[in-house]
């Protein structure tokens, strides 16, 4: 059986500007990047699983991504993943991220990096404020 592994690509103005939100701000690390010139043109961010490429080569895609992260939690319950949320909004704040809140069927987590791409993490659908589980 053949396995895939996908990474994302997010385009972005100034790679390098990019590494330090993503590695300083929500605490991913880079394995990897492309440097031309002493310059950054392509670098992969990754943090628990989830794997984006940071690429200065399509200007006119700069800020029009729309990325899906879920968390795993144990236990796989509502609270659980509620509570793991919150602890990651409260660690993006303390290092100066806006976070957003939003909606797309449940409630959403919203960090946009600095050229507009989204982040999006789901809480779980029967988790809302003033529904029972």
């Known amino acids: 059986m053949t396995e895939w592994f ?11 500007a ?11 690390s880079s394995p990897w990047r492309f440097d031309d010139d002493g310059r950054a043109l392509v670098a ?9 490429i940071l690429a200065h ?4 895609q700069v800020g029009k991504g729309l990325i899906f992260i879920s968390l795993n939690v144990e236990p796989e ?19 100066g991220v806006v976070v957003k809140n939003g909606r797309w069927g449940y409630r959403l987590l919203v960090v946009e990096d600095p050229d507009g791409n989204q982040l999006l993490f789901n809480y779980a659908a029967d988790n809302e404020p003033g529904k029972s589980a």
Do not use: C, H, M
Request: glycine share 4%.
């Open 6 to 16: 996908a990474r994302a690509i997010l385009a972005v103005t100034d790679v390098e």
């Open 18 to 28: 990019s590494l330090r939100f993503y590695i300083d701000q929500l605490g991913f």
């Open 44 to 52: 992969q961010v990754e943090r628990q699983g989830t794997a984006l």
């Open 57 to 60: 080569n399509w200007p006119d």
């Open 77 to 95: 319950t509502p609270d659980a993943l509620a509570t793991a949320l919150d602890e990651l909004r409260s660690e993006f704040e303390s290092k």
